[in-house]
Structure formats: structure tokens, C-alpha cells
């Protein structure tokens, strides 16, 4: 089977910096995403990652290792509206259908 | 650019009511589209998938069923709802061709009483 893998929940403060970690055994690898849901509202893609290495996009990044089968997000500055889940998905192979995602990680910001 | 829409928006039915859930695309031609269901407290589950009109596919065995009758046009559908078809009902649409980012709609969340 497919596995992916989340922290249930992290909090943070205003301002500061959290690293969200995603770690996956899958049977195969294409691609590895990241969204954001805020409650009640469908999930907006973030980041692609296919190659090892980090990814920046303003404040937020994504860091990819292949080998180990790990991921994270990283958001700098954050801010209020940051507060929000975070899911990892994973792409098996170059068909859409096979895209796993994790349970999501459900971040709260705290002024 | 590309839009998505899902309605309605919000629905209350009672167990062993049909149920009809649209998405539709607009912007795209010949998308990739998908049916993916999020229980409370779970990770999104995918239901369906359409590479084409009239061409579907089941990942899951269940009560629900789903048809593209129009290019740009997903439809998830049941007979008879049970109880635990609760959920946020999620339409994603995809460009195919290694275009692997899939784009969500606003979903629709479904209460079975």
C-alpha cells in the first residue's frame, strides 16, 4: 500500500518560521506536491517537487530528498492567514489518477 | 485562465435520497477530471477519474457513480444515499499531457441525516 505521513497539528507564532514534514513509502514516485486547505475551502496548490533539492516561492519553500522519502514545507514571516492544513500528495507514476495524499497537517498561528 | 465550479455549494439530504453533484471547467479543453471525497478529520480519497467524455473510471466500489457527458462536465451521482456519504465532495481537473498539478474546485459539503 501507499503511506504518507503528517503531523497531525503544529502551532506557531506570528513572525516566526515552522518546517511542516511530510515522509512517504510509496510504490512509486512522479512527483511530490504541497496544498494548502483552509477550513471549509478546497485545497490551493502550493509547490512541485520532482528533483531533490529546495524550491522557493516568496515565503513559503519546499525541500525534496528522494532517497529518504521525505519532504517539508517551510514558511517564513508567518502571518495570520497562514493558519490553515497542509497536505502532502505524492504522484505514483505520469497518471493523474495514482496521486496519494497525507492526512494533512493543520497549522495554527498565534499572535 | 482556467475555472472550476462545483454545485450546490452545500447539501442536506436524507438517507436513501439520489444525489447530483456537477463540476464543470471552463478555460481548458479536454482536462483530466477527478471526484475526490474528504471525511471529516481524513485525507482526501479519490472516487473517480475521466480522461475523456464517457470515459470513467472507479477507484473505489461504492453507492456513488459518476458521468462525463460534455468535455468540460463531471457529474457524481447515487441512487440511494447512505449515512456515511457525509463529506466535502471535491472536483479536481488536471491538463494531462505530464501537466501533473491537479486544481481543485470549491467542493461541495454533503450532510446524509
Known amino acids: 500500500g501507499q503511506n504518507i505521513d503528517q503531523p497531525t497539528e503544529m502551532t506557531a507564532t506570528e513572525g516566526a518560521i515552522v518546517q511542516i514534514n511530510c515522509t512517504y513509502q510509496?510504490?512509486?514516485?512522479?512527483?511530490l506536491f504541497w496544498y494548502q486547505q483552509h477550513a471549509g475551502e478546497a485545497p490551493t496548490f502550493l509547490s512541485y517537487?520532482?528533483?531533490?533539492g529546495l524550491e522557493e516561492k516568496g515565503r513559503f519553500s519546499s525541500f525534496l530528498s528522494r532517497s529518504k522519502g521525505y519532504s517539508y514545507l517551510l514558511l517564513k514571516e508567518l502571518q495570520m492567514k497562514d493558519s490553515a492544513s497542509y497536505l502532502c500528495?505524492?504522484?505514483?507514476?505520469?497518471?493523474?489518477?495514482?496521486?496519494?495524499f497525507g492526512p494533512g497537517t493543520r497549522l495554527s498561528v498565534l499572535p | 485562465s482556467q475555472t472550476i465550479h462545483q454545485w450546490p455549494a452545500t447539501l442536506v439530504q436524507p438517507v436513501g435520497s439520489p444525489l447530483s453533484l456537477e463540476c464543470t471547467v471552463e478555460?481548458?479543453?479536454?482536462?483530466?477530471l477527478y471526484w475526490y471525497r474528504q471525511a471529516a478529520g481524513r485525507g482526501l480519497q479519490l472516487l473517480f477519474y475521466?480522461?475523456?467524455?464517457?470515459?470513467i473510471s472507479s477507484e473505489v466500489p461504492q453507492n456513488l457513480s459518476a458521468s462525463r457527458p460534455q468535455d468540460r462536465q463531471f457529474i457524481l451521482s447515487s441512487k440511494k444515499l447512505l449515512l456515511s456519504d457525509s463529506g466535502f465532495y471535491l472536483c479536481?481537473?488536471?491538463?494531462?499531457?505530464?501537466?501533473?498539478?491537479?486544481?481543485f474546485g470549491p467542493g461541495t459539503r454533503l450532510l446524509v441525516l
Open positions: 475521466s480522461v475523456g467524455i464517457g470515459q
Open positions: 517537487n520532482v528533483l531533490d
Open positions: 500528495a505524492v504522484i505514483l507514476d505520469n497518471y493523474g489518477q495514482n496521486f496519494v
Open positions: 479536481a481537473w488536471e491538463l494531462g499531457a505530464d501537466q501533473e498539478t491537479q486544481y
Open positions: 510509496t510504490s512509486g514516485f512522479n512527483g
Open positions: 478555460g481548458t479543453s479536454n482536462p483530466n
